[in-house]
C-alpha cells in the first residue's frame, strides 16, 4: 500500500481532480469529506462538484458549512445552461444508446445536459482535466455527457447494487477511464452484468473511516446485570435499513425483561417529513415512546459519543453494500451486530469481529442482542477484535490511495478518450 501510495502521488503531482458527489454533503457523507481531505494529504489539489444542495434537515455536519462553501452546484446552473448545452448535445452517441432505455432515461438527460455543459465549462476554466464520480445515478450521466461534449475524462465509483441507480449504466460506464467499486460482490455483479463496456482498470475501493478520530478515549464497558442495555443505531431513515425490525427486536427483549433503550440517529432523505413517520408511528404501536428517542441527523462528534456510550452497536438493514456506519462503531470498539446482506461479510466476519443474523428477522436480531449483552468477555472480544479489523483494512487513507491509483493507471493515455 505504501508504494501504491508513493507512486499514485507521483503521478498525480500538480495534477487538478474534480470530485463530484450527489447532493453533498448529505448526513452520511462524512466519508467522502475524510476522503478529500486524505487525497489533499496525499498532494492532490480537488475541486468539488456537486448536483444540488442537500435538504435542509440532512445538513448536519460542523464541516458543512465549509463544504458548500467550496462546492459548485451543477444543477443550480440555470435555464441558459441548457440553452448553451443544446448545440453540444452528443445526439448521435444518445440515439445510439436509448433504444434499449426507458422513458425515464429521457428525463434524466433533460435534468442533465445542462448541468454537463456547465461541469464542461467549470472544467475548461479551472485546468481540471479529470473529474472522479461517486455514484452510477444522474451525476454518472453528467459526467458521461459532459465527456462526450467534449470535457474532462471521469472515472466511477459503485456504492451499492446497480439496480438502483436508475438507467442508462452502458451509456455511462463506456466512456469511464477507470472505475472502483467498494466490495468484491460488486465488481463480480458488474463483470457478469456488462464486461463489453467496463473500463480496463476496475479497482476495489472499500469505503473508509477516521481510525485516528474514532477511537476510544475511556475504556469500553461492558453490560452489567440489571442495568438497562444501551443500544446505539446510526442510518438514514429509510425502510431499507431495517429500523422497524430493530424495534421489534426492542420490544421482545423488553417483553423478555430485559430493561433496554435505543438511540436512533439519523434522517429521512425529505428531512424529517418522509419515512421518519413511519418509524414514529411503528414507536407508538409498539408502546416504545419510553425506550426510543429519535436523534435526527447529527454530527459525526456526537455519533462519536453516542458510540462511546453504548453497549452495542445495532443495524438491521435489508441492503446493504458495505457500511460505513459499522466501520465507524467498530473503530470505536464497541460490539456490532448487523445483518447478512450485500458486501457487509467482506468487513464483518461473523463471531470474530461482529455479529451477523439474517435479514428482517426480529427474533434472530432480539436473540444476538442478548447473547453479547449477558456475555462481557464476548462483547469485549467482538470490540476489540473489530476495532483490530477497521485498523488493518478500513482507513479512509484506503480509498484516496486507491483513487490516485487509478488516475496513475491513466498516464499511458485514457482508454476510452
Known amino acids: 500500500m505504501r ?12 495534477q487538478k481532480i474534480g470530485y463530484l458527489v450527489p447532493q453533498f454533503p448529505g448526513q452520511t457523507h462524512i466519508f467522502f469529506w475524510r476522503e478529500l481531505a486524505a487525497l489533499e494529504r496525499l498532494g492532490a489539489r480537488v475541486r468539488l462538484f456537486s448536483t444540488r444542495k442537500p435538504p435542509p434537515g440532512l445538513i448536519s455536519h460542523s464541516w458543512s458549512t465549509e463544504a458548500m462553501e467550496r ?49 464542461c465549462d467549470h472544467c475548461r476554466a479551472d485546468a481540471i482535466d479529470h473529474v472522479h464520480v ?14 462526450a461534449m467534449g470535457g474532462p475524462t471521469y472515472s466511477l465509483t459503485l456504492h451499492g447494487e446497480l439496480d438502483a441507480y ?11 477511464s477507470f472505475a472502483t467499486a467498494v466490495t468484491r460482490k460488486l465488481i463480480a455483479d458488474l463483470r457478469s452484468a456488462m464486461p463489453e463496456v467496463l473500463p480496463d482498470t476496475l479497482l476495489l475501493q472499500p469505503m473508509g473511516v477516521d481510525i485516528d478520530a474514532l477511537t476510544r478515549d475511556r475504556p469500553y464497558l461492558p453490560h452489567a446485570p440489571g442495568e438497562p442495555l444501551r443500544l446505539f443505531c446510526c442510518a438514514r431513515l ?41 418509524i414514529e408511528d411503528e414507536i407508538k404501536r409498539l408502546d416504545l415512546q419510553d425506550h426510543v428517542t429519535l436523534l435526527g441527523a447529527i454530527d459525526a462528534d456526537t455519533v462519536r459519543q453516542k458510540l462511546l456510550s453504548a ?10 453494500a458495505l457500511g460505513v456506519a459499522y466501520m465507524e462503531a467498530m473503530s470505536c470498539g464497541v460490539p456490532v451486530i448487523g445483518t447478512d446482506v450485500g458486501g457487509v461479510a467482506e468487513l464483518i466476519t461473523s463471531g470474530q469481529d461482529g455479529i451477523l443474523v439474517p435479514p428482517r428477522d426480529p427474533s434472530s436480531l432480539a436473540a ?12 469485549q472480544r467482538l470490540g476489540s477484535a473489530g476495532r483490530d479489523r477497521v485498523v488493518a483494512s ?24
Open 238 to 278: 429509510n425502510i431499507i435499513k431495517g429500523h422497524v425490525d430493530l424495534l421489534q427486536a426492542v420490544k421482545q427483549l423488553l417483553e423478555a425483561d430485559q430493561p433496554v433503550t435505543l438511540e436512533l440517529a439519523g434522517e429521512d432523505d425529505e428531512g424529517g417529513g418522509g419515512y421518519r413517520r413511519v
Open 134 to 147: 461517486h455514484s452510477c445515478g444522474r451525476a454518472a450521466l453528467i459526467a458521461a455527457l459532459a465527456r
Open 311 to 320: 453497549h452495542i452497536f445495532v443495524l438491521a438493514s435489508w441492503m446493504e
Open 394 to 417: 478500513f482507513s479512509s487513507a484506503r480509498g484516496a490511495e486507491t483513487l490516485l491509483q487509478g488516475l496513475a493507471s491513466m498516464a499511458g493515455g485514457s482508454p476510452n478518450a
Open 3 to 14: 508504494f501504491r501510495s508513493v507512486v499514485a502521488k507521483a503521478s498525480s503531482k500538480g
Open 166 to 176: 436508475g438507467p442508462g449504466q452502458r451509456f455511462k460506464w463506456q466512456r469511464a
Open 71 to 119: 462546492t459548485t452546484y451543477l444543477v443550480e446552473a440555470g435555464p441558459i445552461a441548457g440553452l448553451r448545452a443544446l448545440p453540444r448535445m452528443p445526439y448521435g452517441q444518445i440515439l445510439k444508446a436509448v433504444g434499449s432505455e426507458p422513458a425515464s432515461f429521457f428525463r434524466d438527460l433533460a435534468v442533465t445536459f445542462p448541468a454537463a455543459r456547465a461541469l
Open 368 to 379: 444476538a442482542i442478548r447473547t453479547v449483552a449477558e456475555d462481557s468477555d464476548l462483547s
